[in-house]
């Protein structure tokens, strides 16, 4: 397992890289069909489902506070990066700006592409989830999800949508794209919850 494109972690990383997951080296690009083709004029972020419409546009999204984030990136297919260096909105300070239904419990993220990935409300609404449009000082290349993506950092990175452009408010659970197709309904490495029973 370990070679080329796998380092063992340093002593004081082995606490950080959760059970069965590799330090890549790098950081790999990880997309179910194409990249789609979005800039930053064009791209929108609608919302919709069991909140007050809204639509924000790229200079909506910079008129929000901006935050620097370091978060570690786990993907389901075992590699993991830690410290991966950000710059967006936190979801916390979007969310000052949508009128949420209080009967709203689960959200569905939809991107450019028809990608979707689903999260409950308690899931979506931490702290340290945040839309990013920077990767470590530079615009978010558009293999890696730019201009836009969402950042979950405490569940494996499928819930982590690139080119998002929509959040959908829900009373209920639904599945997103790998859902549906074997993994897990949430996703959380610690517990490698990586597919569905
Ligand atoms: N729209 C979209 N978002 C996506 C994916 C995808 O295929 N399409 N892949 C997911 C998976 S499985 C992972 S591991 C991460 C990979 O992000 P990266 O390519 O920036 O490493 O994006 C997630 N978000
Ligand atoms: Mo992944």
Redesign the pocket.
């Known amino acids: 397992m370990l070679g080329k494109f796998f380092r063992p972690p340093a002593p004081e990383q082995r606490d950080r890289v959760p059970p069965g997951q590799h330090l890549a080296s790098g950081?790999?690009?990880?997309?179910?069909?194409a990249t789609p083709d979005i800039s930053s004029d064009v791209w929108e972020l609608k919302i919709w489902g069991l909140a007050e419409p809204l639509t924000l546009t790229y200079a909506d999204l910079l008129s929000l506070p901006q935050t620097e984030f370091t978060a570690d990136?786990h993907?389901?297919?075992t590699w993991s990066k830690l410290d991966v260096q950000w710059t967006g909105v936190k979801v916390t300070d979007l969310m000052r700006q949508v009128k949420l239904n209080p009967s709203a419990t689960h959200v569905m993220q939809h991107?450019y592409?028809g990608?979707t990935?689903n999260l409950e409300l308690a899931d979506f609404l931490r702290e340290e989830n945040f839309l990013a449009h920077t990767l470590a000082g530079e615009p978010l290349p558009a293999?890696?999800?730019g201009p836009v993506?969402l950042v979950v950092p405490h569940l494996?990175?499928?819930k982590?949508?690139?080119?998002i452009n929509g959040l959908e408010f829900l009373d209920h659970e639904e599945l997103g794209f790998?859902e549906r197709n074997g993994y897990h309904r949430r996703g959380e490495p610690w517990a490698e919850e990586r597919y569905s029973d």
Request: net charge positive.
């Open positions: 950081f790999p690009v990880l997309t179910y069909g990136f993907c389901v297919t991107s592409g990608y990935t293999p890696h999800g993506r494996y990175a499928w982590s949508a690139k080119w790998w």
